[in-house]
């Protein structure tokens, strides 16, 4: 079953056999080379389904990053610690100028508080926007006036990244192939898969197929054994699929 803890675990499985090394964001930017993945997670709902990844991960000898929203149903300060304690890098997942409904200068001010308050529970070195596709606002914006590294932040995936270099692969739309569903989870590069399931990217794995460098980008609450909640996220996806293709995706 596509989307379930164990073919997650299948797929790291296939990477590792593959010979790829795994790097948190922060260790790949300080230095990057041969074939390598970063496991970047986006916790937007559920941080315990990040938790169960963590740990999988953890048992097997891997780090990736997590990146948490500065929201309750997101933020969960143990398990953030928890995460953070088992060797995986911490980031903050910004969506400041949605939640500011446009202002640069509450924006900024939002930005700096809750990057604070997560340097509070573990070191933060990185940052990823949050898409927000319900919103007319583009957090990635903020920087277009100001920096992030005033902020001792070192890198941010759509800026720091060479997508022409490292290819680019999410479960955004809980598919592999959803950029026609996708509003801001984007990149511009020359790599062209046609991977839709899971299973197509561990055939390209035990293939030796897959490009040298691959950022993985994961939302761990799509991810889970249980049939109910399976079930109501693939329901709940599928309908806004066709919500943001009919009206946000210009």
């Known amino acids: 079953m596509d989307f379930s803890l164990k073919k997650y675990q299948e797929l790291l499985f296939s990477l590792l056999n593959a010979g ?10 300080q230095e990057a080379s041969g074939k390598t993945v970063i ?10 389904h990040s938790l169960q990844f963590a740990k999988l991960q953890h048992e097997m000898g891997l780090t990736g990053v997590y990146y948490f929203r500065a929201v309750p149903e997101s933020w969960d300060e143990p398990i953030i610690q928890e995460i953070a304690s088992l060797g995986h890098e911490i980031g903050y997942h910004y969506e400041c100028l949605t939640t500011c409904k446009g202002s640069l200068e509450r ?37 277009k006036t100001y920096s992030y590294r005033d902020f001792g932040i070192v890198g941010e995936p759509y800026f720091d990244v060479d997508f022409n270099q490292v290819a680019y692969l999410t479960d955004t739309g809980r598919r592999w192939d959803g950029e026609k569903v996708s509003v801001r989870d ?3 590069s020359t790599f062209v898969h046609a991977f839709k399931t899971t299973d197509d990217i561990i055939a390209a794995a035990k293939q ?7 950022m993985f980008t994961f939302h761990p609450q799509r991810w889970t054994e249980s049939p109910y909640l399976w079930a109501r996220e693939l329901v709940s996806q599928n309908v806004k699929n066709v919500v943001k293709r009919y009206f946000f995706i210009r």
């Open 208 to 214: 030796g197929t897959l490009p040298d460098q691959i």
């Open 186 to 188: 984007k990149v511009d």
């Open 107 to 143: 924006a900024i001010e939002d930005f700096e508080k809750n990057l604070t308050a997560l340097r509070q529970l573990a070191p933060v070195s990185t940052i990823c926007m949050h898409g927000s596709p319900m919103s007319r606002y583009d957090s990635k914006d903020l920087w």
């Open 20 to 29: 790829y090394r795994f790097q948190c964001f922060q260790e790949f930017l």
């Open 39 to 48: 496991l970047r997670h986006d916790v937007d709902l559920r941080p315990g």
